[in-house]
Each structure stands twice: as C-alpha cells, then as structure tokens.
T-cell receptor, first 112, second 116 residues
Framework: QKEVEQNSGPLSVPEGAIASLNCTYS??????FFWYRQYSGKSPELIMS????GDKEDGRFTAQLNKASQYVSLLIRDSQPSDSATYLC????????????FGAGTRLFVKA | GAVVSQHPSWVICKSGTSVKIECRSL??????MFWYRQFPKQSLMLMAT?????????EQGVEKDKFLINHASLTLSTLTVTSAHPEDSSFYIC????????????FGPGTRLTVL
C-alpha cells in the first residue's frame, strides 16, 4: 500500500463546478495534513493545512479530514480555469522523525 | 512571510562539471531544509533532509557523494551536483521548515538543471 495515495486523474470539471480531490494515508498516527497546488513547471505552493477532524474553509477551498477513515479531501468551489494544476496531498508522518510524505498528485482541469 | 528562495532558477552545464544550488529562507529560520527532485510529469522525490550544522540524511538510492548538501546556517542550504551527467537533468526544489511552526514546509521556486 502506498503511504499517501491520490487518484492521478486527470479530473476534469466545468468552470463554476465543485472539484473534489481525495487522499488516503496509511499512518494512523499522523496529525498534520496539507494540500499543495503545483502549476506545470513551478514548485508547490501551500493551499491549506488541517489538523482536526471535520471541515476547514478558506475562501473557495475546503479541506476535510477524517482520521478514523484515514482520509483527507479538498473541495474547490466555483472552480476557475486558473485552478487547473496538480494538487498534492501531504501528510506529516508520526514515526521516524520529522518527515512529510507527499502523494503523487491529482491533475485537475477546469474547462472554461 | 515564509518565503524561500533558490538560486539559480535555471542552469545549463556541460557533462562532468559540478553545479551548486542555493536555498535560502528569507524571513524565517529554518530548522530543517529538504531537497527534492522532480522529473517531467512525475511526483516529487525527496532526496535528502538537511538540518543546520549536521550531516544530511539521504533517502535510499540517493548517492551522498554525488549530491553534496551543506546546511551551514539556519537560513542557507546548498546542494552541489558533482560530475553532472545528462541523467541528472531535472527540476530541483528545496523546501524549508519554519522553526516557529514546525509542521509546515515552504517550497522554493525550484532550479531547472540541464546537463548537456
């Protein structure tokens, strides 16, 4: 089992729709979770962090965390073509020192 | 806040030469810096973890003698690709961990290395 797993996509949604990106992780002890956005040819940029079960909203982005199911998701409301990018899920591992494990990313296309 | 810079942003070199890439945290002190490599359309691959004043910890399969990492201060880490070859051509990205908020990594803009 991969440590942090994401659907590689591509996920294609029309402009204005809600994009839903999912991530599962294998370390039950993990406490810190992050979503990064990476445009082609650029480095990742942090969108959100989440630490507690439930939802966390920031503008058009909502992160959802369910530690019992070892599942974290990112919703993008009112998707825009500029949201087209690869979204990386990252999890801080609870063992072996400070280590962040990244998923392979989900490519999102927002069609105008 | 939490800005990380990298220099150079791109470099082209001849096979056999060495290339040094700098990573700086501009507005915070970084306890830890990370070096990643990313090939086109592939995911980030962690190469090594660097703590200020100590030897870097390399991931399995990464040659420490080829990828020299120095973390001399809380704001600067360098990666030197020694005797570079065309297969080392890649996008190298550093990230830094904010000492005041140790959970989050902030990425530099990356360095695109092309070895001819």
């Amino acid at each position: 089992q991969k440590e942090v797993e994401q659907n590689s996509g591509p996920l294609s949604v029309p402009e204005g729709a809600i994009a839903s990106l999912n991530c599962t992780y294998s370390d039950r002890g993990s406490q810190s979770f992050f979503w990064y956005r990476q445009y082609s040819g650029k480095s990742p940029e942090l969108i959100m962090s989440i630490y507690s079960n439930g939802d966390k909203e920031d503008g058009r982005f909502t992160a959802q965390l369910n530690k019992a199911s070892q599942y974290v998701s990112l919703l993008i409301r009112d998707s825009q073509p500029s949201d087209s990018a690869t979204y990386l899920c990252a999890v801080n591992w609870s063992t072996g020192g400070f280590k962040t494990i990244f998923g392979a990313g989900t490519r999102l296309f927002v069609k105008a | 806040g939490a800005v990380v810079s990298q220099h150079p942003s791109w470099v082209i070199c001849k096979s056999g030469t060495s290339v040094k890439i700098e990573c700086r945290s501009l507005d915070f002190q970084a306890t830890t810096m990370f070096w990643y490599r990313q090939f086109p359309k592939q995911s980030l691959m962690l190469m090594a973890t660097s703590n200020e004043g100590s030897k870097a910890t390399y991931e399995q399969g990464v040659e420490k003698d080829k990828f020299l990492i120095n973390h001399a201060s809380l704001t600067l880490s360098t990666l030197t690709v020694t005797s570079a070859h065309p297969e080392d051509s890649s996008f190298y990205i550093c990230s830094a961990n904010d000492q005041a908020s140790t959970d989050t990594q902030y990425f530099g803009p990356g360095t695109r290395l092309t070895v001819l």
